[in-house]
């Protein structure tokens, strides 16, 4: 039973320009969400994180944003990089719940 | 610092063997979570360890178990294995339990099985 959903399993977008990644959760106990990135035969690395408390949370050129009542959140990225294409994953927790409910992933590839 | 160290990197074992993987935390971290990747199913949840106790386990067969060292190392065990089995296992470790610690992860356990 997938909780989080990426259904774009691949981007490609133009240096430059903007990348949407997409999520959308099921579980309305979900209330703390993060982005991982990860690189081929690297593990994932921790990108920018948001609670339910805030709409949007804003890191250099990386910003996310909850949308609580359509359970979707978004991942911004602007201006996109080469270094950038990577597999970017969407992860939930509830509250008293540590572990991370992730989703599928969605490959990032930026081209020049 | 060290980051999170997994071991071996690579392993091909045959369907009924048994197979054990190791994680090494960064230093002073005391949770550690496994966690298996497949394509298209993301990463699920395996279980985590925290002194020396399992505290969260994801569904997973009993076939895959656990352990955790007082010094926070931790090593994942599968039994019987299965051709469904074969996948990327990665360890992740944090500082304390609170999720908004963020999880370090290492570059994982490519398994394979025949």
């Known amino acids: 039973d997938q909780q989080v959903k990426q259904n774009s399993p691949s981007l490609s977008v133009q240096e430059g320009r903007i990348s949407i990644l997409n999520c959308d959760y099921t579980?309305?106990?979900?209330?703390?969400f993060l982005w991982y990135k990860k690189y081929p035969a690297e593990g994932p690395t921790f990108l920018i994180s948001?609670?339910?408390?805030?709409d949007k949370n804003e890191d250099g050129r990386f910003t996310v944003f909850l949308n609580k009542s359509a359970k979707h959140l978004s991942l911004h990225i602007v201006p996109s990089q080469p270094g950038d294409s990577a597999v970017y994953f969407c992860?939930?927790?509830?509250?008293?719940?540590?572990?991370?409910?992730f989703g599928a992933g969605t490959q990032v590839v930026v081209t020049p | 610092k060290a980051g999170v160290t997994q071991t071996p990197r690579y392993l091909i074992k045959t369907r009924g063997q048994q197979v054990t993987l190791s994680c090494s935390p960064i230093?002073?971290?005391?949770?550690v979570s496994w966690y298996q990747q497949t394509p298209g199913q993301g990463l699920q949840f395996l279980f985590e360890?925290?002194?020396?106790?399992?505290?969260n386990k994801g569904n997973f067969p009993g076939r895959f178990s656990g352990r955790q060292f007082s010094n926070s190392r931790s090593e994942m065990n599968v039994s019987t294995l299965e051709l469904g089995d074969s996948a990327l296992y990665l360890c992740?470790?944090?500082?304390?339990?609170?999720?908004?610690?963020?999880?370090?992860f290492g570059p994982g356990t490519r398994l394979t099985v025949l």
């Open positions: 992740a470790s944090s500082l304390r339990r609170d999720r908004a610690d963020t999880q370090y």
């Open positions: 579980n309305s106990m979900f209330d703390y």
């Open positions: 948001i609670s339910s408390i805030k």
């Open positions: 992860a939930a927790s509830a509250s008293g719940h540590e572990k991370l409910q």
């Open positions: 230093s002073g971290h005391r949770s």
């Open positions: 360890y925290f002194s020396e106790t399992q505290r």
